[in-house]
Every structure is written in structure tokens, then in C-alpha cells.
């Protein structure tokens, strides 16, 4: 039973472009969430979706971010226009019944913005 | 009220001693309080959890500590051994709601 799978593990992107995270959740969780992590610093919620819903994004500036997590495929995590202050380590996590805080973590795609 | 205050900030203790990492938070609606523990270039990975009608919880080394009282939390690795060496991570959240607030983190080295 595969963990939680992201990609890509390491992004650079220039001042401008566009990130894209993708994370597939283990196999019978609907649920996904998205933190963010930056140096020395434990982990900030930023959204919370099921499947084709987005349940809570209280956590996600409201410029620049959005995710989506559709019925077939990853749940996708996308950044536009990116900064240097987006630069940080990005956490995918999943459950199976909408227990965010028994959720399995992925390795985390580690954003650089140069 | 909703911030987790970690300390220490890091660590270092000689193998086969004990551990000690401290949380306190403000929230008295928070009722589970997991502690996380993360290896360099990987997620976090629960560690072990605790919610507030028990004071102690123990599973293997790791021993969480819960002070309803005084709002804090403690995790305790006894018999920390070189391959303990990681960062902790407690955290915070009420069981009505799946956001989890994290507490800063302390890096744990463990000398031989």
C-alpha cells in the first residue's frame, strides 16, 4: 500500500512563472489536505478538500493559490505568478474519513523560487 | 489562542538518556494533541497522540505527559538512542474541526 505520493519532490521556478504540486492521496482516502512549511518552522494549515470539493481554504491566500481535487487524478496544489516568499516546503497529507488530524503526510515538494 | 508554544528549540542528549520536549497551548476547546516526528527531507510521521481524559500515554520509548490544568503536553523518549535524532514536532486540534496547529519544532540530536 503506496503512502501518500508527491511530485515533484524538488521545483525550481523563476520570479513570474507558475508551480504546480500534485499529490495522490493512499489508496481509500478521499480526504486531502495541503501545508506549507517554511525553514525552521512547523507546518501552517492552507486547504482542506474531498473529492471535487473544496472544504475549507482559510489557510490559502486568497491571490495566486488555488487547489483542486478532482474525481479522477491528483489533487493538485497551484501557484501563479510565484515570488521568492513562496519558497518553502509544501506537505500533502490524506485520510480516509475526514479525521485531518489522523492524516498521513507525503514527502513534501520543496518549492524554490529564484 | 491558537498558537502551540514548542520548547526547547533544540536539543541534544547523550544516547541512553531521556528526552524531554515541551508544549503548551491556550485553546481549552483543543482535545487531541499528536506529537509528530520528522527525518531531514521527509513528511512528518505521527508519532504518538494523546487526548485530554488521560494524563499519560505510553507506546514502546515515547511517553506523552498531559497537564489538563496547566495546558501543557510533554513528549519523554527514554532510552533516546542515535537513531531518534530527528525534528519534533506537538501539535494541536479540536476533534469537531481537522485543522491541526503546530508548535515550532525542536531539532533532537542524540550523541553516541
Known amino acids: 500500500n503506496a503512502g501518500v505520493m508527491q511530485n515533484p519532490r524538488h521545483l525550481v521556478r523563476r520570479r513570474g512563472q507558475e508551480a504546480r504540486l500534485r499529490c495522490s492521496p493512499m489508496?481509500?482516502?478521499?480526504?486531502v489536505y495541503w501545508y506549507r512549511q517554511l525553514p525552521e518552522e512547523g507546518l501552517k494549515f492552507m486547504v482542506y478538500l474531498q473529492k471535487e470539493n473544496i472544504i475549507d481554504e482559510s489557510g490559502m491566500p486568497k491571490e495566486r493559490f488555488s487547489a483542486e481535487f478532482p474525481k479522477e487524478g491528483p489533487s493538485i496544489l497551484r501557484i501563479q505568478q510565484v515570488v521568492r516568499g513562496d519558497s518553502a516546503a509544501y506537505f500533502c497529507?490524506?485520510?480516509?474519513?475526514?479525521?485531518?488530524?489522523?492524516?498521513?503526510f507525503g514527502q513534501g515538494t520543496r518549492l524554490t523560487v529564484v | 489562542q491558537q498558537q502551540v508554544k514548542q520548547s526547547p528549540q533544540s536539543l541534544i542528549v547523550q544516547k541512553g538518556g531521556i528526552s524531554i520536549i515541551n508544549c503548551a497551548y491556550e485553546n481549552t476547546a483543543f482535545d487531541y494533541f499528536p506529537w509528530y516526528q520528522q527525518f531531514p527531507g521527509k513528511g512528518p510521521a505521527l508519532l504518538i497522540a494523546?487526548?485530554?481524559d488521560v494524563s499519560e500515554k505510553k507506546e514502546g520509548r515515547f511517553t506523552i505527559s498531559f497537564n489538563k490544568s496547566a495546558k501543557q503536553f510533554s513528549l519523554h523518549i527514554m532510552d533516546s538512542q542515535p537513531g531518534d535524532s530527528a525534528t519534533y514536532f506537538c501539535a494541536a486540534s479540536r476533534s469537531s474541526n481537522y485543522q491541526l496547529i503546530w508548535g515550532a519544532g525542536t531539532k533532537l540530536i542524540i550523541k553516541p
Open positions: 494523546i487526548r485530554p
Open positions: 497529507a490524506s485520510s480516509p474519513l475526514g479525521q485531518g488530524t489522523e492524516a498521513f
Open positions: 489508496k481509500g482516502h478521499s480526504h
